[in-house]
């Protein structure tokens, strides 16, 4: 058993690295402009916290989820499961969440990327690959604090669920990017209006002195 589950980890898929190694660096400044950390509060499986009723699932569809080892120069796979695009209400944006079959251990939770960008692997048409920045646990369960950007790859049944999934992503990704935008905006405007209040004070102190 355990030598099977070795090699499980151990195995390296067909895709080509050097897309993804790009991406990492372009998702640096796509999740920049969204100050969130996704909300997960354990097994969403068989949570019934007041946080996670909060959530609302938008998408929902088994596939098999790969990240790149730098050091390995490889894909590793890191779980099989349902990959899930959600929402909190009280949150402006829609994140990713994977969960693996039967162990229920959280293998990835990220915001899906403001900028974000789907690319093709190579050789397959049921093969997304795309960078994020992950907030699931490590292997030896170290969580990182602010999170990780991974290189993700992710595999459907067939190229009609792989495009299904490619809409969505995208429609998503666009939403993200305007609550960001929102977001920025409303900041700017504040402090515009703090700075204004600021001016008239001052102008009101001077015409009194």
């Not at 730098?70 to 994977?98: C, P, S, Y």
């Not at 990704?173 to 008239?200: F, L, V, W």
């Amino acid at each position: 058993a355990k030598s099977k589950a070795r090699k499980q980890r151990q195995t390296r898929a067909q895709l080509s690295p050097s897309k993804t190694e790009r991406m990492a660096d372009q998702v640096k400044n796509a999740d920049s402009t969204a100050e969130f950390t996704p909300v997960v509060t354990g097994l969403s499986e068989i949570d019934t916290t007041e946080i996670q009723k909060k959530i609302k699932t938008v998408y929902e569809q088994r596939c098999l989820l790969y990240f790149f080892d730098k050091e390995r120069g490889a894909w590793i796979t890191r779980g099989k499961g349902n990959i899930r695009i959600q929402k909190h209400e009280d949150a402006a944006f829609h994140q990713m969440v994977l969960y693996e079959e039967k162990t229920y251990k959280l293998r990835l939770c990220a915001v899906v990327p403001p900028e974000g960008k789907l690319e093709a692997n190579e050789g397959s048409d049921r093969t997304w690959t795309f960078a994020c920045t992950d907030y699931s646990p490590t292997e030896d369960g170290d969580e990182k604090a602010g999170g990780q950007i991974r290189s993700c790859a992710i595999k459907f049944k067939n190229s009609e669920i792989a495009d299904i999934f490619k809409a969505e992503f995208e429609k998503y990704s666009a939403a993200n990017k305007k609550a960001a935008e929102d977001k920025t905006k409303g900041s700017t405007e504040g402090s515009s209006k703090t700075e204004a209040k600021k001016e008239e004070e001052k102008a009101e102190t001077e015409k009194t002195a």
